[in-house]
């Protein structure tokens, strides 16, 4: 049978599940058997498997195990987990292989696959692209494969991640996880670190009060609402698999997570000066003034979190992070990207300091940034148009005004902005960013006069 190619994503994969080419039961079965064999050619014959809470993920997920056992990869069911977790439990357990079934912030009916072949390692696109050829050529191994199951990993991660921080004073945090996985974990620890939660969408269900993703809008608007109705002192938002992170000051202000890093860039400074923080090319002007300030080495890279984690561990970085909300707390824990660990750290930052979470933001460096914006545009042509607008964008500005390392971010005398494919749905993804409202204006419609010229791009935006 044919796969649809686009569910092939740069990094992870993701389809519907009530679509024939997409995560139907004979592509679940073919991705998980070349899965297998791309363990075997690296000497891996086990494997960890979990998913989200999403009901039909338990489906995903058995057909994942038979698929898997009958290639010959020992399985090893840890159930219904974060991501975080599902890094944590490779630790664990001491296993390279493991496959968790999530589908991250993407509308209940999808699902998808994200594939470890070492402790923190993800698929990268050289990768993917392994293991489609591997599909193509149904270059299957065969086997028999065991089972067992392990039920207690929350326990280890909860005592592991309660050990490595420590609160000062009780914060009150509104937690919101959009009806997604975090809410069966994410206030429990909150609660057992001291904190007092108050719980807004927690339940796990598939109808959503918001899109869990603390990267739009809504998620964000309903944590700013519910951190003035309670009165809380931040509110904490994840997506639906527990690593991205989102938050509100107190008075509903949204910290935008570039600025989240800026804290935790602070913290982990001061005990290891000189350090490196690889951050994505999304990311406001204010963290390498801030990170250099503070004594540290900044380092621009590309959007995505298996390229952000990659560097990060080429480089020895002791932090590291999306604007999107994946952070790397790297100093003093493993290598992954975890949502409830760098909420924990802000919250210990928060702790050591009288001042209220917006009189903190206030201090630093400033600048008005847009929302991540998403135009519409095809998979199959979003990233020749990219090359494009790059090209444009050089010809107009000249080469020294454009950084190309992932898309166009083109440097403006009071700011930038930025242009690139985005990795997980068909569009363009663009962020705006000036020391004021007017120049904010102005380097937005400088994209859009540009984008205008591309028919297969759409002119509706909405946040990302």
């Not at 990094?11 to 079965?29: L, Q, T």
């Not at 807004?200 to 700013?224: C, F, I, W």
């Not at 609402?225 to 509100?248: K, M, N, P, Q, S």
């Not at 995505?304 to 100093?331: D, F, M, P, Q």
């Amino acid at each position: 049978m044919a796969i649809n190619e686009n569910m092939f994503r740069e990094y992870d994969i993701r389809g519907r599940i009530d679509h024939e080419d997409e995560m139907s039961p004979e592509a679940i079965d073919m991705i998980s058997r070349g899965f297998a064999t791309f363990l075997k050619r690296r000497g891996i014959g086990e494997a960890i498997v979990a998913c989200d809470a999403r009901p039909y993920s338990e489906t995903v997920k058995e057909k994942t195990i038979q698929a898997l056992m009958g290639s010959g990869i020992d399985v090893i069911d840890i159930g219904v987990v974060l991501v975080p977790m599902f890094y944590f439990s490779q630790y664990q357990l001491k296993k390279k292989g493991g496959v968790m079934i999530t589908a991250s912030h993407n509308p209940w009916g999808w699902s998808g696959f994200k594939h470890a072949y070492d402790y923190s390692t993800t698929f990268i696109p050289q990768d993917m692209q392994e293991l489609r050829q591997i599909i193509e050529k149904k270059d299957f191994s065969t086997g028999s494969g065991a089972r067992q199951s392990y039920k207690n990993i929350f326990d280890a991660y909860k005592k592991d991640v309660l050990g490595r921080i420590h609160l000062e004073r009780r914060i009150k945090v509104l937690v919101d996880t959009g009806n997604g996985t975090g809410g069966l974990f994410l206030p429990d620890l909150l609660r057992a670190a001291g904190c007092v939660v108050i719980e807004q969408y927690t339940n796990v269900s598939e109808k959503r009060h918001h899109e869990a993703n603390p990267s739009t809008l809504g998620m964000l608007d309903a944590m700013s609402h519910g951190v003035r109705e309670y009165g809380a002192d931040i509110g904490i938002g994840v997506d639906d698999d527990g690593d991205r992170l989102g938050a509100v000051d107190e008075k509903g202000e949204v910290i935008w997570p570039d600025r989240i890093l800026i804290l935790l860039a602070r913290l982990i400074l001061a005990i290891k000066p000189g350090g490196k923080v690889v951050f994505d090319v999304k990311c406001t002007a204010a963290l390498p003034e801030d990170i250099l300030a503070h004594g540290g080495v900044p380092v621009m890279w590309k959007t995505g979190h298996s390229y952000i984690k990659a560097k990060a561990k080429e480089v020895g970085a002791v932090l590291a992070g999306e604007r999107s909300g994946h952070i790397y707390v790297r100093e003093g824990y493993y290598e992954y990207d975890d949502a409830t660990f760098a909420a924990l750290k802000l919250l210990e930052y928060m702790s050591r300091d009288k001042q209220t979470l917006s009189e903190i933001m206030a201090k630093l460096p400033q600048y008005v940034t847009s929302p991540v914006w998403h135009a519409p545009c095809a998979d199959e042509k979003k990233y020749a148009v990219v090359e494009r607008l790059v090209s444009s964008f050089k010809n107009e500005y000249g080469v020294e005004r454009v950084n190309d390392v992932n898309g166009a971010r083109v440097s403006f005398p009071d700011g930038w902005g930025l242009v690139r494919a985005s990795s997980n749905v068909p569009a363009l993804v663009l962020v705006f960013e000036a020391k004021t409202d007017e120049g904010l204006k102005k380097i937005e419609e400088v994209f859009r006069t540009k984008l205008a010229q591309f028919p297969d791009v759409g002119s509706e935006w909405a946040s990302g």
